[in-house]
Structures are given as structure tokens and as C-alpha cells.
């Protein structure tokens, strides 16, 4: 499964971005899909996934209420709408598709191109 990770840029804190993640392949309803971020020096940070098969969805307490996940499974892709971002929402934001639910970026087995997002204070 290829992952093409879209959307980033430069916003000013509390605006807003859509990130997309289109997937070339189709998803088994198995799968995860998740959006991980990363800042220089730091690991991979689980920011929130959405089961392929159902509306069960999954967020870090930093960002719940203010991101939310969701997907077009017509389309094969999943998107994560970033509400009243901050500052500290900077990073690398990637997606990768999981066989089980977990927030370690470890068990994320195909992983999209990053996505630079930036949010000026």
C-alpha cells in the first residue's frame, strides 16, 4: 500500500487545515488508518486513527476536540481537519495504516511521505 500524504502549510494559530491521505490500494476493513506528527529530536507522536471498517475513531488527548479524522472510503482516503490550531500543533504530520489499534508509531506497517505543518503564534 503506497500512502500520498497532502494538506500542509503555514497557518496562524487558531486557524484551521484539512489534511488528506489517499491510499493506491484498497484498504481491508481490518486496517487502521492514522495520522502520526514529529518534531526534530522527538519520536513520532500518534495524533489519531479511524477504523477502516467502522466509525470507531481514536484521538491523543492534545488534540481531542479540535482535530477530527474521517474518511471517503470510495475514494481510499482519510483526512484529519485541524481545528483552533497552536503552535505547538507544529510538525511533520504523516499517515500510516495499522493492522490493530496501538499509538506507537512502531506498529504502523506502511507509512504515507510527511507533511509540513506550521503554526505561527
Known amino acids: 500500500v503506497q500512502l500520498q500524504a497532502s494538506g500542509g502549510g503555514l497557518v496562524q494559530a487558531g486557524g484551521s487545515l484539512r489534511l488528506s491521505c489517499a491510499a493506491s490500494?484498497?484498504?481491508?476493513?481490518?486496517?487502521?488508518v492514522a495520522w502520526f506528527r514529529q518534531v526534530p529530536g522527538k519520536e513520532r507522536e500518534f495524533v489519531a486513527s479511524?477504523?477502516?471498517?467502522?466509525?470507531?475513531?481514536y484521538y491523543a488527548d492534545s488534540v481531542k476536540g479540535r482535530f477530527t479524522i474521517s474518511k471517503d472510503k470510495a475514494e481510499n482516503t482519510v483526512y484529519l481537519q485541524m481545528n483552533s490550531l497552536k503552535p505547538e500543533d507544529t510538525a511533520v504530520y504523516y499517515c500510516?495504516?495499522?493492522?490493530?489499534?496501538?499509538?506507537?508509531?512502531?506498529?504502523?506497517?506502511?507509512w504515507g511521505q510527511g507533511t509540513q505543518v506550521t503554526v505561527s503564534s
Open positions: 500510516g495504516v495499522m493492522f490493530a489499534y496501538d499509538t506507537d508509531y512502531r506498529a504502523v506497517k506502511y
Open positions: 479511524a477504523r477502516w471498517s467502522d466509525s470507531r475513531t
Open positions: 490500494a484498497r484498504l481491508y476493513s481490518s486496517y487502521l
